[in-house]
């Protein structure tokens, strides 16, 4: 896990971005970006596709090598347990000879060599994830033939078990539906505050993780703006990071942001899943 | 059947059965099929040069299918994987054609080397085939761990370390190191299918990749067995009981698949209940 | 410019039937599997492709078992096995390769026995090495007509359906919802590769036939991103290193180590492999073709 003694105690910083620069095929896509994560927290990193989420995940993850700027995790250097990543894609072969229990054993130690021992402990500690994530039901069929919504629940497991101090998500609730994508958001503050994990989810619709984000990064332009909901996705601020006006309009407890008039081809418009009842949320 | 010269043809059988079941497990995880069929063809071209020039066939074999899994792994890093694969085969095969145009005995070697032969097993060929196997199940059984799961989710496999290119290029050298060997009674032409049948078959019938392993070297045994027994019995080329009963082994897999999808009754769907609304867990 | 050919053709080359007759035949093979095989890169079947190649030595066994022109037998059993891959017909891409593996295992298999039938039975041992490695020089004559008429049968589709099969191709949903009949276009297409094979085969041997499908296609599609210039230059590929390998070929009879002159099929793949090879090096326009 961690390494060097941090200044501060108990609030240290899980991550650190400090400054990241990113240029891609002659596009700025990340320009100077800077936020911080505590323990235990939930953030959404928010922006439309192509704002650069996917890229600031790889600099994260270390896949990527941005221009200027750093990444810090645990407040010294990386190692391999300190983050669980579950990718947005991933195509699962429905005839694979794996279960979803098999797999998230490999989250355990999937990248070291030799073969793996059966042990009491292992075991136990693959049922205990299996539990937290509710996966009972399914966690020995083969993992291919799951729902995208049971694989996905399998893959936190996967990511959540070698206990990680961050647990990143690419845009989990892309291709859910309202009432799985509120099911995993639960899921996820749960984990982030039982399991003491910082959870850095991006998503390009925020209404959904409303009620559970301790703090928002807001990407537009490759260009961020970090805090909490309130601080962040206002007018004032938002407008600054687009470079043109943009409002923010608050419609039945959701957040709908609109470009201002004359300013149509950047329109940064997220569609506010307005329902006739107001959904209930735990 | 069990005499003499015959007794080296069943102990390297059983090894090629053993190496080309196990590795051919990760060949179908990967997708890899083409990969399978291209790097022990392009052997071939090694073989004949080794015998051009009067060296052990196994030389030219590995080097050869290195060449070949190099050349796959080289050239696929920035055009299309097929494309690499077809490529770099076919040259392989078109220095065969002009290695063997160059030697004095033409057809029966080449006729043994791509579809096997059963009597060509000289016991001096016994100890290095072993050690090469040894070697192979060794190196499967290291990178067991990190080629699952980089076989299965590269990004997340990534993210731990484990680079998708070099996974595959070791990958890519796994498969040509177990051509080597696995080549002289089968023969080029089709040891690969020794190595996606029999692992496709197994697939269908467990949900365990260890359990799937131990299968598809189970099933490759028999049938490598059941081809040698064929050959020795018909004279026809060990290569054609190879292919037609792997493809055999695949069409019962793919048929239990298919039965019992369609027996068993679907069960009902475990979307999120509505009831879970307001209830909070206890872990 | 004659001096130029004088230095690299070697004489008689010309007046010789056999190479008239190779240079002819090979140049419409070029054609046809060029056009063909710039689809087959788009669609990423070349595994396909090397199977149907592959189980066409089966059929060329069995015609020369059955005593007729091996033509006939590419034909046949490339075209039947491009039915059965159609019927065991699986969408998802590894599926498909791994049934394509097992189609390919299973009728390589059944040429290892028709050539051996073919060996015992008939006592030469040459037919190996011809169905194999191909035989352009030893051509006959009543080839040219059967190429011609394959060919154009194989071009007519691949023409013929153009705009539909790009759109299945880069996108089988897309073309689903405009009412295309996918699975039909994907069997046409694949019946189409099925004689741009045999034919290819014909020429330089059935294992070794994927080259001229592939090769020159895949180098086009590098040096432009149209398919419709890709066609073009594909053909032109294919044709420069038909030509060519039929100089080289031709020339390589005083050649050591025998004499004899070194296989055409290692000529054509060599040179379709560093036209392959120098297209990768020239740095391609990345937008705007």
């Known amino acids: 896990m961690s390494t060097e003694a941090p200044a501060a105690a108990e609030t240290r910083e899980t991550l650190a971005v400090e400054g990241v620069t990113v240029r891609l095929g002659g596009r700025t896509v990340l320009d100077d970006v800077s936020f911080s994560i505590r323990a235990g ?62 797999l998230i054993a490999l989250g355990l130690d999937g990248e070291r060599l030799g073969i793996p021992l059966r042990s009491r402990e292992r075991r136990a500690r693959v049922q205990g994830m299996i539990d937290a994530v509710d996966a009972k ?66 998503a390009h619709e ?42 923010v309009l608050r419609v039945h407890g959701r957040v709908l942001v609109v470009a201002g008039a004359g300013h149509d081809e950047h329109a940064e418009v997220e569609h506010a899943d307005i329902q006739s009842a107001p959904v209930e949320i735990v | 059947m069990f005499s003499g010269f015959m007794v080296n043809a069943w102990i390297v059988a059983t090894i090629v059965a053993v190496v080309g079941g196990a590795i051919g497990f990760f060949v179908v995880l990967r997708g890899s099929a083409f990969v399978a069929h291209a790097i022990p063809n392009g052997s071939f071209a090694g073989a004949a040069a080794a015998s051009l020039i009067g060296i052990n066939t196994i030389i030219g074999l590995g080097v050869f299918s290195v060449a070949s899994a190099l050349g796959i792994g080289l050239l696929s890093r920035r055009g299309r994987y097929d494309v690499a694969t077809a490529l770099t085969l076919v040259f392989m095969l078109g220095l065969g054609a002009l290695f063997l145009s160059f030697s004095v005995e033409y057809a029966p070697e080449i006729y043994s080397l791509l579809f096997g032969e059963v009597l060509g097993i000289s016991t001096n060929q ?77 697939r269908a019938f467990t949900t365990r990749p260890t359990t799937a392993i131990a299968l598809s070297i189970a099933i490759a045994l028999l049938i490598t067995w059941a081809a040698i027994a064929l050959s020795y019995q018909t004279n026809w080329p060990v290569g054609f009981y190879v292919g037609v009963i792997s493809a055999m082994s695949y069409a019962a897999g793919r048929t239990w698949t298919y039965a019992r999808r369609h027996r068993t009754a679907r069960p009902p769907v475990r979307s999120t209940p509505p009831a879970l609304a307001g209830i909070t867990h206890n872990d | 410019m004659p001096a130029l050919l004088a230095a690299i053709i070697e004489p008689g080359f010309f007046s010789s039937s056999s190479v008239r007759l190779a240079l002819v035949v090979g140049a419409l093979v070029a054609i046809v599997a060029g056009c063909v095989g710039v689809f087959t890169v788009i669609r990423g079947q070349s595994f396909a492709g090397e199977a149907l190649g592959d189980i066409g030595a089966t059929g060329g066994s ?88 394959f060919g154009a049968v194989a071009l007519a589709t691949v023409l013929l359906l153009y705009r539909p099969l790009l759109l299945v191709s880069a996108s089988p949903e897309l073309a689903a919802a405009r009412g295309l009949p996918v699975r039909v276009i994907g069997s046409l297409y694949l019946l ?89 090096v020239v740095p391609t326009r990345r937008r705007g073709h």
């Open chain 1, 41 to 102: 927290e939930f953030t959404g990193l928010i922006g439309s596709n192509g704002a650069g989420k996917t890229t600031l995940f790889r600099v994260i993850l270390g896949l990527q090598t941005p221009l200027s700027g750093s990444v810090r995790v645990g407040g010294g250097r990386r190692s391999r347990g300190d983050l669980g990543y579950v990718p947005q894609k991933f195509l699962l072969d429905p005839d694979m000879p794996l279960r979803g229990r098999d």
């Open chain 3, 192 to 280: 189409a590769m099925a004689l741009a094979v045999a034919l290819s085969a014909v020429t330089i041997g059935a294992i070794l036939s994927t080259a001229l499908l592939v090769g020159p296609a895949a180098t086009a599609l590098h040096l432009t991103r149209r398919p419709g210039r890709a066609i073009v230059c594909a053909a032109a590929l294919g044709i420069g290193a038909m030509w060519l390998g039929i100089v080289l070929a031709y020339d390589s009879y005083a050649w050591p180590p025998r004499h004899h002159g070194w296989p055409v099929s290692f000529f054509v793949v060599t040179l379709v492999l560093l036209a392959y090879l120098a297209s990768r």
């Open chain 3, 62 to 149: 069995s015609a020369y078992l059955a005593g007729i022109a091996p033509l006939w037998g590419f034909v046949g059993i490339s075209v039947a096995a491009a039915g059965i891959m159609e019927l065991i017909g699986i969408q998802r891409a590894r599926g498909r390769d791994l049934a394509t593996g097992i189609v390919l295992g299973a009728g390589f298999g059944l040429a290892a026995l028709f050539l051996y039938l073919g060996t015992t039975s008939q006592s030469t041992t040459g037919a190996t090495v011809t169905i194999l490695f191909g035989s352009i020089f030893a051509l006959d004559t009543a080839t040219l007509p059967l190429v011609a008429v």
């Open chain 2, 126 to 202: 016994l100890a290095p085939t072993i050690t090469l196997a040894a070697l192979c199940l060794a190196a499967l059984a290291l990178l067991y761990r990190p080629l699952l799961l980089s076989s299965i989710l590269p990004d997340s496999a990534h993210a731990r370390g484990i680079a998708p290119h070099t996974v595959e290029l070791g990958f890519l050298l796994l498969v040509a190191l177990a051509t080597t060997m696995t080549v002289p009674v089968v023969g080029t032409a089709l040891i690969f299918s020794l190595m996606i049948g029999p692992p496709a078959a197994a």
């Open chain 1, 137 to 202: 039901a399914f966690a020995d069929e083969r993992v291919g033939r799951l729902s995208g919504g049971e694989q996905q629940r399998i893959l936190i497991a996967h990511a959540l078990i070698s206990r990680p101090q961050l647990l990143l998500l690419d845009e989990p609730l892309a291709n859910l539906d309202l009432r799985s994508a509120q099911e995993v958001v639960r899921l996820l503050s749960r984990i982030a505050s039982d399991q003491r994990v910082a959870v850095l989810i991006s």
């Open chain 1, 206 to 247: 925020m209404n959904p993780l409303l009620p559970v984000m301790d703090r928002i990064v807001y990407l537009a332009a490759g260009r961020a703006a970090s805090g909490t909901a309130e601080e962040v996705v206002r007018s004032e601020v938002l407008s600054d990071l687009y470079g043109h006006h943009v409002d």
